[in-house]
């Protein structure tokens, strides 16, 4: 994290920058108190600036819990610097040589709040598809890379983030509860993969492998599509060997952005609640 000398009247902005930093490294909305302890700074300080931000819609700040998280101006941001960043071109390459090798639709996500966010995703040649742009939100209690993000939080962690069961159902197929939940991620951690069965969009397929830093915390996910016409779940997983092979490329590529953020892992996030 940005450090910052608070007795420096010059160090308004990057207080304030700090701050917005630590707010987009956690992966679980975090409290006033988290943020004064993690900065060391002022308590009276850190309401003001997470005040401004949230004015700013810099920061999201949940209605009941008064916890922050990443405000979707942020989101914008940090979506165009990677689109316009020299370090997005490797990632990219890679995804389409994985594209061009499985032939099926493949997308680079995140974790952005209580959502999945299409950081790059390239299309299938096949005439039929699941077209979705870059840029584009997903839940995660009913996609293969939002099982990813939340295989390794507590029950406590996961309310936080997409709130108490029953879970909003997008088809027949939708888990809605948190005991079926619960197995489902116990599985992904098992096999580290993520699965998706025709729960977000009918008639439609998925897996997701994570990209995890060296304390474990997965902060990317690499996932593969694809219509039920063509692919069900065990003929994706024939694929999992490529799919992981383009995942550690893409990790490599991404490294010096990793790097910045190696700081924060799971366990801290875990002590944050």
Known sequence: MLNVDPQKPESTALRAFAVLEYVAHANTPVSLDDVTHACKLPKPTVFRILSMLFEADLVYREPLGKRYTVGARSAALALDVLRHSTLRSQPHTVLQELVDAVGETCNLTILDGNQVLYLDRVETPMPLRLHLEPGTRVPLHCTASGKLFLMNMTQKQIEA????????????????????????????RETGVGLHDSELFDDSVAIAVPLSDTSGRVYAALALHGPTSRLDIAACLKLLPDLRGAASAIADAMAPLNKQASHVTQSDSAELL
């Open 161 to 188: 983030l997409i709130g108490k069961p029953p879970y909003k159902r997008f088809t027949s197929r939708t888990i809605t509860e948190w005991e079926p939940l619960k197995e489902e991620l116990a599985r992904a």
